[in-house]
């Protein structure tokens, strides 16, 4: 059974820093894409950053240039580093995990961006 436990979310300034993580276990981390997604009041559960087994990185327009994720394989943890925080960022935060057609999910943790 994978088990995905998010940490690092809170409530930030407008313009401040968060960087998440994302520790796994129960599976071989370093063989999972791994990712991140967010989920708005009233809105769809979104891509943020997908990250390969070899460290090939995906962003979504609205946060390219802001945020970066990386894994660390030694420690089965994947971050994403989020910097200049808007409002609109506001959301909760999932850990996602996926090896084939196996997907896994974390129970998510909260953004919140003060204007």
């Known amino acids: 059974q994978v088990r995905l436990v998010e940490s690092g979310g809170g409530l930030v300034q407008a313009g401040g820093s968060l960087r998440l993580s994302c520790a796994a276990s129960?599976?071989?981390?370093?063989?999972?894409?791994m990712g991140w997604y967010r989920q708005a009041p009233g809105k769809q559960r979104e891509l943020v950053a997908t990250?390969?087994?070899?460290?090939?990185?995906n962003y979504a327009d609205s946060v390219k240039d802001r945020f970066s994720i990386s894994r660390d394989n030694a420690k089965n943890t994947v971050y994403v580093q989020m910097n200049s925080l808007k409002p609109e960022d506001t959301a909760v935060y999932y850990c996602?995990?996926?090896?084939?057609?196996?997907?896994?999910w974390g129970q998510g943790t909260q953004v919140t961006v003060s204007s």
């Open positions: 996602y995990a996926r090896y084939g057609v196996n997907a896994y």
């Open positions: 990250i390969s087994s070899r460290g090939t990185t």
């Open positions: 129960g599976t071989i981390f370093s063989m999972y894409i």
